[in-house]
């Protein structure tokens, strides 16, 4: 299976599938002289695994990461890391009958056309389990961006009908409710819909926003490598993302010129400013100094209890109940898993960045005391 391995410098390849022995991630190109440890990676895989609340699978996974390897005495070596969580509560029987028949909303169908043959427990690669091997390289990836001064805050910032209250926003809010919202009003709310959903046997739909601060001007290219296109495709590649946008999205198609243009100012300090931030901080695909804003839109958890058509192998019309343990929402555990795959974008853009002008390299390889960094 091609198409495993993401990223150019900061290079990430998963591997493992949701009912296998162990699913990961190797990391390639990780400098040298990074502090890193167990809990500094297990500290995101939390946020991500089951059974954190009514609203998730009730499947018990700790998700406990383990480093084999790239990390000597607390820092990274340079060579390869390699992170391992070991599944420990599969249930392969729950997937029996799902064999010889395709579930609506996912990947079973044309996997059986691509490959004519497909891991049908939890649904192997497709699951949302690979995301694991996202979260713990994004881990890594923030820590690095991090000592850079650069942060990350991702959160849901709608589900279903829910929208949350920019007024209200409350950034430890977040952790403070099991949806992962920055407005306690909204997360009650949503909450609430959920509850019903649920007693519908149904599932819900939801949005991720990501604000990216302390990035510098000058990321991303500006043809078909530009930095905004790196994020969508990022973004876009997590199971369940049906849309992306960023700064003001679709709602720049429904304004003119003069509203969507961001007014530049000098501040008094004497800096070059933007008066808004309709861009979302990246104008002609390169970073400009300001908050990278975008939101990616998921669809509802394709797993429900609802009675469902669908047809067997053999092309027979069948109605099916899915069994088994899903989340009746993607979104609160997918927070992390955006806000990873933005920080393997930023990282990865920041290294390229360095070979784009001649006086940098010359500052770094000409530079005096760089003769006695080796």
Known sequence: MNGSTFGNIFKITTWGESHGKAIGVVIDGCPAGLSLEEEDIQKFLNRRKPGQSRFTTKRQEADQVQILSGVFEGKTTGTPISLMVSNTDQRSRDYSEIANYYRPGHADLNYDRKYGFRDYRGGGRSSGRETIGRVAAGAVASKIL?????????????????????????????????????????????QECLEQAMKETNSLGGMVECIITGVPAGLGEPAFDKLDAALAKAVLSIGAVKGFEIGSGM?????????????????????????????????????????????????????????????????????????????????????????????????????????????????????????TRL
């Open 146 to 190: 991090e000592e850079l001064g650069i942060s990350l805050c991702a959160y849901t910032c709608a589900i279903g009908p829910v929208t949350v209250d920019k007024a209200c926003f409350d950034k430890e809010e977040i952790f403070r409710n099991p949806l992962y919202m920055p407005d306690a009003q909204a997360a009650q709310k949503a």
């Open 251 to 371: 709602a720049a198609a429904r304004s003119n010129g003069l509203e969507n243009n961001d007014a530049y100012a000098v501040d008094a300090q004497g800096n070059l400013i933007k008066k808004t931030n309709h861009s979302g901080g990246i104008t002609g695909g390169i970073s400009d100094g300001t908050p990278i804003v975008f939101r990616a839109a998921f669809k509802p958890t394709p797993s429900i209890a609802a009675l469902q058509e669908t047809v067997n192998r053999q092309g027979e019309p069948i109605e099916i109940q899915i069994k088994g343990r899903h989340d009746p929402i993607i979104v609160p555990r997918a927070v992390v898993v955006v806000e990873s795959m933005a920080a393997l974008v930023i990282l990865d853009a920041l290294l390229a960045s360095m070979t784009t002008r001649m006086d940098r390299i010359k500052s770094f390889f000409l530079d005096k005391e760089s003769e």
